[in-house]
């Protein structure tokens, strides 16, 4: 067990009490002591009433009734200690910590751990007694009392360790032998003064709500499904459509659909019972000025035809030549009947799209600033938005499917690293990242038991932009990619932790084949490679401009690492420029980057259509590369309609063999997913597409 949050400022709390006790000459008091009990005292007796001074710290979950006579007092600069309690002659005082604990932890084992970082460095310690604490309100708990002595100087020092939910309380009392005995009835009071209850945490209530940490970005675009590059705000929002825990497309707006005979008209039927969050009922007009205003070229979206422009003129709206998407009509508020270009097996996977969201038409037009203050659909409420602090979503209990059962979430935005928040139990889930994999695999670290892991459907890789020189030319892209050591990579900059990829199709994914031989790394061929390209060699390339998202002049760690093994293998200079993570995707999309740039892509639903055709198809919005191969293409638009299921694998197993040698990208890795879950969060699934995961869990008191 370890609690490396708080030992370091235990220590300095130690330090702090010993200077304090040898400057006090630890006097022996002449005035009797004051005892006082966890309420005030009775009336009836023959001693005054007396409100009990109390002490409350709301975001730790403790309220503490102390003495008459003693006080409270900061700790040191620099201690993590809640508060300070000093007797009223300044010879005896308790420090009260607080720190998150793990599922396995008692009492008696955080005692070992936080009594001998404590003790180190004292002298003759003597054990007086050590023993569970026998509480009214039934909290675990543990006694420990020692004598010591320090630089000739003897201590009495007790420590108690109280366990309530994810919290662990640990209560340092210190002085002298003879003022410690002659506070003892105080000491006792205050330990029993102590009353636990839920934290409340910037207004919400700890043992109601969800915690989580995010970040917040500076683009508007960011926040407006029609335009947003990542899954979508589930919370707020939500479409006809979506997955479950299982990957399945279930129904969410829709109450239910048809399909016609040949494959090409939907029919959906909205849920009566489906309402935005002021109240307003949803219909299918809604629906048609969503999936409208994301087609219309003023929206300027990058995604709109990327999972609607199946929809028979969703294209033409976007370019400018029509006013409505024409396969778009209301047959009544409750039906809406789409029509799309072909029968398609994965168009009600895009429909889980956040470009595919219902938004309230009145809300969007409200101002430039709507986002804020979303009247979605969802099963959250965004009720408060501190920026750069935090967002609060409270639950809608008028959601179409049934109230969640987590009445409040919060999002703690630019608060600290994930897994470091996690441990001081500030929040109930974080992501693990590679340099931290290592510690919570150990089945000996306390993080261990709350790890959930699992593959991802996600693959890194460069784009090359095969319009710009000297990525036009084939072999420079080969030699590029047969230059670069996936293995050592994933070994030295994600600290081993991910899966060498031979091409875009992740594992777990259907079409992904272990048969697949990718471009070997192979530094000598990509040489020749190099040398027989139409420029000759490095002496022959132009400058080249890698790309990457990040802050000022400074190179990241993976980008670098490329950078270095091209200059090792190839011979060539990089130089790399870097743009701001809040419009990466927005520039990158607007063809504001150098030759090559990095990428990644995780499948927004388990199809290979997501991968090879949505990413390599020509003209594809997100065909950031330009790459453009009639062969691929005609197999793509075969492999679409196709109904025979092995067929159609096998068709998208042909596409990725040519994606694979045409190199219009460097496949690096696919990812591996960790995440640390609280014990008392329950329902939780690890998914490799992000789903409305959230209206799933519930919270064990």
């Not at 005035?31 to 009775?42: F, Q």
């Not at 209850?197 to 995010?214: D, K, W």
């Not at 459509?241 to 109450?255: D, G, K, M, R, Y």
């Not at 309402?275 to 949803?282: E, L, M, T």
Request: charged share 15%; proline share 6%.
């Amino acid at each position: 067990m370890k609690h490396t949050t708080k030992v370091i400022s235990i220590l300095m709390a130690t330090a702090f009490l010993l200077l304090a006790c040898q400057l006090s000459g630890i006097a022996t008091p002449t005035a009797g002591p004051v005892t006082a009990t966890a309420g005030p005292v009775n009336a009836s007796t023959a001693t005054p009433a007396v409100e009990p001074l109390t002490y409350v710290n709301q975001e730790s979950g403790v309220r503490v009734y102390y003495p008459a006579g003693w006080t409270t007092q900061a700790p040191a600069q620099g201690d993590q200690a809640l508060t300070v309690f000093a007797s009223p002659d300044q010879t005896v005082f308790s420090y009260l910590y607080v720190s998150s604990v793990q599922a396995s932890d008692t009492p008696e084992s955080a005692m070992a751990s936080l009594s001998s970082s404590v003790l180190t460095g004292l002298t003759g310690v003597q054990i007086v007694s050590d023993a569970a604490l026998s509480r009214a309100d039934g909290t675990p708990a543990w006694s420990r009392v020692v004598t010591a002595a320090s630089n000739g100087t003897d201590l009495k020092i007790g420590m108690t360790t109280a366990i309530y939910g994810t919290r662990l309380f640990f209560i340092l009392t210190f002085g002298s032998p003879s003022a410690y005995d002659y506070y003892a009835n105080d000491v006792a009071a205050l330990l029993n003064g102590m009353v636990f209850e839920s934290p409340v945490v910037n207004g919400v209530n700890r043992s109601q709500a969800l915690f989580l940490s995010g970040g917040e970005s500076t683009n508007p675009r960011d926040y407006d499904p029609a335009t947003e590059h990542d899954s979508g705000n589930k919370l707020v929002f939500s479409g006809l459509v979506s997955f479950n825990t299982s990957l399945n497309p279930v129904l969410e707006l829709a109450e239910s659909w048809d399909v016609s005979s040949d494959g090409t008209v939907y029919t959906f039927h909205l849920r009566t019972n489906a309402k935005f969050h002021d109240g307003r009922s949803v219909v299918a007009q809604d629906v048609i000025y969503s999936w409208e205003r994301a087609a219309d070229p003023a929206t300027q979206s990058d995604t709109v035809l990327t999972y609607l422009g199946d929809i028979v003129g969703v294209a033409e709206m976007h370019a400018g030549t029509a006013g409505h998407i024409s396969g778009l009509k209301a047959l009544d508020d409750h039906t809406l009947q789409v029509t799309i270009d072909a029968a398609k097996p994965y168009f009600l996977f895009k429909l889980t799209m956040p470009v595919a969201f219902v938004l309230d038409q009145k809300n969007v037009e409200s101002g430039s600033e709507w986002y804020r203050t979303p009247n979605g659909t969802g099963p959250y409420k965004l009720t408060r938005w501190d920026s750069f602090q935090l967002m609060v979503y409270d639950a809608n209990q008028d959601f179409y499917l049934g109230p969640p059962s987590i009445s409040q979430i919060v999002v703690e935005l630019y608060s600290g690293v994930g897994i470091r928040l996690y441990e001081s139990g500030e929040i109930d889930m974080a992501g693990v990242s590679s340099s931290d994999v290592a510690r919570v695999l150990d089945p000996a670290d306390p993080l261990h038991a709350a790890l959930y892991s699992g593959v991802s459907l996600c693959t890194e890789y460069v784009v090359f932009d095969v319009t710009k020189p000297p990525f036009d030319d084939v072999k420079v892209r080969q030699a590029f990619t047969m230059a670069f050591d996936r293995q050592r990579y994933i070994d030295v900059v994600s600290n081993g932790i991910g899966l060498l990829a031979k091409g875009p199709y992740p594992p777990a994914m259907p079409g992904y084949s272990l048969d697949l031989q990718g471009l070997p790394y192979d530094p000598e061929q990509a040489r020749q490679l190099l040398a027989e390209s139409n420029y000759g060699g490095p002496q022959g390339l132009p400058p080249i401009i890698f790309t990457d998202a990040g802050i000022g002049n400074t190179a990241g760690a993976s980008v670098a690492a490329m950078a270095q093994m091209w200059q090792q293998n190839l011979g060539v200079t990089i130089t790399i420029e870097n743009l701001d993570p809040d419009k990466y995707y927005d520039l990158l999309n607007s063809g504001q980057h150098g030759q090559l740039f990095t990428g990644g892509w995780c499948a927004d639903y388990p199809d290979p259509e997501n991968f090879s055709d949505v990413l390599f198809h020509s003209g594809a919005e997100q065909n950031t590369g330009h790459y453009s191969n009639p062969a691929l293409d005609a197999l793509l638009d075969q492999a679409r309609v196709e109904k025979n299921v092995t067929k159609r694998i096998q068709l998208y197993q042909q596409a990725e063999e040519i994606i694979v040698q045409d190199a219009p990208a460097l496949f690096i890795m696919h990812d591996v997913s960790y995440e640390l879950v609280r014990s008392n969060v329950k329902g939780f699934v690890l998914t490799p597409i992000t789903i409305p995961l959230e209206r799933y869990l519930w919270l064990q008191p």
